[in-house]
């Protein structure tokens, strides 16, 4: 849990807080962690959607594809994004909670 | 389409309902902090279903099956973008703005730089970027309405803002985070069970990817025509009118400006009939046209059998089959750099989400970040939801009833394809449609109506005007705000009636993800970045983005500017997306000067503190007390 009120912070805490330079050095490590989750989430996504049109102009060939009748490029754009989405977003909430923790756990 | 009481019943009960939901939510709102910020007391399901409601605009609901329609594959960027952008909004924004505990973009902007000048800035973009954004709501409300019901344009505006206000004013966020959450469940509702009903009885989505060639109508059709109203033939057509009448022919389509499509919704061609140096035709009792472009002369009833290629009116680009269902169609292949259009259209869609104020403004309703971020990641599960029934709609409006292309009413399809089962089954889903549609206008109003309200009751009057005023002078204020802002947006509304004003959405978000977006991924990741820096990106990207699309409004208006921009592809496409410049401009503005003239704002180690640490620590404040 939380810092008790009335109980003594611990000195790591109180660097973090006053941001002492070992304090800064705390933070950083935190917000890079946090960070690199962050941008390789969104790179993957990104990826997923840079790479759709770079496939319609230098192997057509995948524009003719179809699944039951409907054009493969609809279905992996029109449906297939929010699945990924929501996967990725899962993934993040459930790994920046555990950031945070471990964090907590750390200063505690 | 005809006057309907089943719409007319859909819109009135949707009315009533959110005015009941709202009277009833306004028990709970009384203090400062209900108004602009319920409290921070909702739960991440409610709020996640507000949030949603809000975000699902006229443009979503209505706009995007149009779209589709209209442009085929390409315009699946849209309602993927938009739901993506809540990804990046999760990924880099939710956790930490609210953590720090400002209420507005410009609290942020104050509270991050130590600045009340930036402040006053990004008030003004966000008095511009929310004004823009709800004229085009307000004006799909009439438009609606005049469509859907036959009641005059006036009507659907006056309903809609009057409903939003009292709703915004009676209770504030409190009031409509329970009537945008209800919205919400009707908008899902309302485009999942038409869609899937007109999929099972119309044999399956395959149903318009099966032929290659162009869209055929599949019934026999009768188009009302107007003297001055511009079809275009794609193919020799044989046709009977009512009475005698003349048309103007010519051979081949019309000039168009490559790229001339803005974010949300397709703008049309200024003055096509300008340019029609045709022969005139005479025409009585059947007639055979061939293919190219006519302009009526007169007014008439003119018959097409069925399997006649269908017309096109002006504001649509002729398309085969194969050319609409595949990539680079109409929307970016016209451009003539399909690669370059796609990326700019994916960059803008996408960034400019998380710039748009009425959708920060949320995420201060959550208690703390590990709620912010569990709403966020419910509203990407509703989004997706939602966004997979839009180009249904559209993919089955070219298939049964591709007379909409003719009449202009692509962006009603929605509307129209419900009645098409028939029978009872038919007026009961048009009212349903009628009902989410009316929901999806009212409830991004209403969110506007509070982040218009919060920026002028909040920044404006609470900081600025009167800094000393107690809680109650505030409470009025934000009402008072409230008011104003949706008066002002319904007589906006009004006077511009039917002009096409869907261009300033598309400025809107272009500014949005040109300034705000990175200000706050920098300002939040960046402790480096200084004040000077990020306002010379805010100004620099904001101003540019502006200056771009308002040169392409004005190319509609100048034919040697649009002629120029005409042989300028590339630049023209730029213009029109400007946000694969923009953004990166804004970006190295940014840290260009941070790195140049360093000198963060003092005390930012404590702001990253409060951005970035942990709930868990127990360390937080925020900026409006509870």
Known sequence: MAQLPGSDPSPRLLEFEEQTEVGGLYLQALMRRQLRLSLTLALTFVAFLGVQPLLSTFWPPWTAIKLAGIPLPWLVLGVGSYPLLIWLGSLYVSRAEEVDEEFTDLLR | MSPSSAAVFGLLAMAALSLAAGLFARRFAHTTSDFMVAARAVSPRINAAAISGEYLSAASFLGIAGLVMQYGYDVLWYPVGYAAGYLLLLLFIAGPLRRFGAYTIPDFAEGRFDSPRFRRLAVGLVLVIGFFYALPQVEAAGITVETASGLPYWVGVVVVSGVVIANVTAGGMRGITLVQSLQFAVKVFAISLPAFLLLLHFGGPATPFGSAGLARLPQKTTYQVTAGELWQLPAATELRVSQPTTVTWQRGGLVRAPGAVSAEVAAPPSRPQARIRGRRLAISGRALLPKGTVIWQGAAAVTLAAGTAAPYASSTPVSTNT????????????????????????????????????ILVRFYTNPDARASRRTALVVLVMLGAFYIWPP????LGRALDPSLYGSNLTDSVVLVLPSLLGGWLGQLLLAVVSAGAFAAFTSTLSGLLVSLAGALGHDVYGRWLRPEAGPVARRRAFQLAALLSGVVAAGLGLMVGQFNISVLVGWAFAIAASSFFPLLVLGIWWPRLTTAGAALGVALGGSLATLAIVTTMVATVAPSLELFLAR?????VLLSQPAIVTVPVAFLAMVGVSWLRPGPPAGVAAKMVQLHAPELLGLRRDYIPE
């Not at chain 2, 970016?332 to 690669?339: F, I, N, P, R």
């Not at chain 2, 249904?392 to 993919?395: L, Q, S």
């Not at chain 2, 300028?568 to 023209?572: D, G, H, P």
């Open chain 2, 568 to 572: 300028e592809s590339a630049l023209a």
């Open chain 2, 392 to 395: 249904v709609y559209g993919a």
């Open chain 2, 323 to 358: 050319a609409w269902m595949g990539p680079f169609g109409p929307l970016a292949g016209g451009s003539g750099h399909s690669l370059l259009f796609t990326y700019s259209l994916i960059m803008a869609i996408l960034l400019g989400t998380i710039g748009l104020p009425h």
